[in-house]
């Protein structure tokens, strides 16, 4: 199911920004929004897939992003069983935490169709 909407945290958002991490953070809102049954938790396949069909990323992009990422917003792990990657996403609260902000339950919403023109370019957008 594509995702309607994509939750912003403006206080991350701009942590993420001065630390230039700001693709990374797009990627991690992209998951969650994915996510939508909460579990924290997506298949890499999976991931790049509903990247690039809900999102507009490249392949390519995505892949690079996804590892660029790891540690600060998810961490991939091997399921040895079936022999593919997961991501394991990280929490709002762990992301506040890494860049020592206060999240204090605050989100912006934003349409799906707003964030890919121009949020996941800006993570930080500015609604009048």
Known sequence: ??????????????????????????????L???NQWGSG?????????????????????????LSTGNGIFWDKRPLTKINRLQIKIYGLQKVA??????CGGYFVEIPVDEFVDYGRKRVLHQRS
């Open 1 to 30: 199911m594509t995702p309607k909407t994509i939750r912003i945290v403006p206080n991350i958002s701009i942590a993420a920004l001065q630390a230039k991490l700001d693709k990374q953070l797009a990627m991690w809102y992209c």
């Open 41 to 65: 938790r997506l298949d890499m396949e999976y991931a790049v897939k509903s990247s690039v069909a809900d999102f507009g990323y490249s392949k390519g992009t995505a892949y690079r992003i």
């Open 32 to 34: 969650r929004a994915i």
């Open 97 to 102: 935490k890494y860049f020592d902000v206060r």
